[in-house]
């Protein structure tokens, strides 16, 4: 077998073409790293800017739910305001029937006796005047009680 030449070997040539090629490689890589780094700055940025929208977005939605409950509970407040005022007003207006159906009811009675006794003091006299003789009888009774 041959030798392999020791020119070849020591030779420094075959050494610096394997240097160089990945020097050209390196820069791509450093550019493509320096493209992922702006990248993810400009990423980091918008989320960074997002969050932002989110903590303004939900506090102003705090503020709205805070100023909706706020509202609720005025109209609740008005709502069992008006609510106590109807019931007062009801009551009010079922005592004034209930004393306006006592007083119609006591009006009837005083008018039924009335109407009883004035009935009933007709009928007696239209009871004389159909019995013309009992009526004649009962003059006679009057007169002789009196004398």
């Given at each position: ?60 939605l705090d503020n709205q739910v805070k100023t909706y409950k706020d509202e609720l509970l005025d ?60 009526a004649e009888a009962l003059t006679d009774k ?6």
């Amino acid at each position: 077998m041959a030798e392999p030449d020791p020119a070849l070997s020591q030779s420094p040539s075959p050494a610096a073409p394997s240097q160089s090629p990945p020097k050209p490689d390196l820069q791509p890589i450093g550019s493509r790293i320096a493209d992922l780094d702006q990248s993810q700055s400009e990423l980091m940025q918008r989320l960074q800017g997002l969050k932002l929208d989110l903590q303004n977005w939900r506090s102003n939605l705090d503020n709205q739910v805070k100023t909706y409950k706020d509202e609720l509970l005025d109209l609740k407040k008005v709502l069992n305001s008006d609510l106590e005022q109807l019931n007062a007003d009801f009551k009010e207006l079922k005592d004034t029937l209930q004393k306006q159906q006592d007083d119609v009811t006591a009006s009837l009675k005083n008018l039924g006796l009335h109407d009883t006794a004035d009935h009933a003091k007709e009928s007696g006299d239209q009871k004389v005047e159909d019995n013309p003789e009992k009526a004649e009888a009962l003059t006679d009774k009057i007169q002789d009680s009196n004398s």
